[in-house]
């Protein structure tokens, strides 16, 4: 069964704090690897789309990277506006188009 | 990417009555998405929905209880029917694009 793993469930840090967010899964075959940030009372908003190991992609402070099992969102010298909920999905080869979500990491900015 | 609007942003019904929930977007797609996501969790996706051709629904989602309409290409309702307190959820509307898909700001439903 496909499954998306997310760690730690919540992260507190300091501004300017570095950190990486983990993202684990197990899928019968990968099409595609995103990463979304969801704010209280939003919808997710799209950040990112990995689909190979070894593939790399930075937006801002941020950068997703992937290997055969896992994701990871680093996050460098972050700043309170930070602060959200990340949210780590896989899509299948065999799924056409649905995608499974984790339960997200709730990260924490402290100025 | 896409601008997906939806109404109402937020409802309070009474068990046992239903709520359709609207979702545009401004420009076509072939498919769009309903997923729910209960107060401190993650997103669940109820079913799929292309115009054209009948929602296919997720383990655990009914269509007599979530019927789906798809009218046209940028349009779509969901409809939460004979509610209950566990209906309490916000529920969102996504859109395919490529591979990646694109969510709406979703509709705050509270059942008492």
């Known amino acids: 069964e496909d499954q998306v793993t997310q760690s730690p469930e919540a992260l507190r840090l300091q501004e300017g704090e570095s950190s990486s967010l983990n993202c684990s899964y197990t899928v019968s075959g990968l099409r595609g690897l995103f990463w979304y940030r969801q704010d209280p009372g939003k919808g997710p908003e799209f950040l990112f789309t990995l689909y190979s190991a070894g593939e790399e992609k930075e937006k801002e402070r941020l950068k997703a990277t992937l290997t055969k099992k896992e994701s990871f969102l680093h996050i460098t010298a972050p700043k309170p506006e930070d602060s959200a909920t990340y949210l780590c999905?896989?899509?299948?080869?065999?799924?056409?188009?649905?995608?499974?979500f984790g339960s997200g990491t709730r990260l924490s900015i402290r100025p | 990417s896409a601008v997906i609007s939806q109404k109402p942003s937020r409802d309070i019904c009474q068990r046992g009555t239903s709520l359709t929930i609207q979702c545009q977007v401004d420009s076509q797609v072939t498919m769009m998405f309903w997923y729910r996501q209960q107060p401190g969790q993650s997103l669940t996706l109820i079913a799929t929905a292309n115009q054209g051709s009948e929602a296919t629904y997720e383990s655990g989602f009914v269509i007599d209880k979530f019927p789906i309409s798809r009218p046209n290409l940028t349009f779509s309702t969901l409809t939460v029917s004979n509610m209950s307190p566990e209906d309490s959820s916000i529920y969102l509307c996504?859109?395919?694009?490529?591979?990646?898909?694109?969510f709406g700001p979703g509709t705050r439903l509270t059942v008492t």
């Open positions: 999905a896989v899509q299948a080869n065999s799924s056409a188009s649905k995608i499974i």
């Open positions: 996504s859109v395919g694009r490529g591979h990646e898909q694109y």
